[in-house]
């Protein structure tokens, strides 16, 4: 998954956290979704903007951040 065209950092957006396209849903707002039991469906049915690739390059994103921790 390409997540580079899907999730923007822009300094004066949600202090610079990583967005959805230049929108300002956060990438840890969908993680949060999720990790509280959220379906991807029922974030797609609350946030009609978002679609299942949005979701998808959030957690790319965060998979990729996690393997460049260490």
Known sequence: ?????????EPGKRSG???IRGMR????????YLAG????AEILED????TSEDI???LSFAA???????
């Open 1 to 9: 998954m390409n997540y580079q065209d899907i999730i923007t950092i």
């Open 17 to 19: 956290k990583p967005c």
């Open 25 to 32: 849903i956060t990438v840890y707002d969908i993680l949060e």
């Open 37 to 40: 039991g959220m379906t991807e």
């Open 47 to 50: 946030f009609s903007e978002l």
């Open 56 to 58: 998808k390059a959030c």
């Open 64 to 70: 990729e951040r996690e393997k460049n921790y260490l």
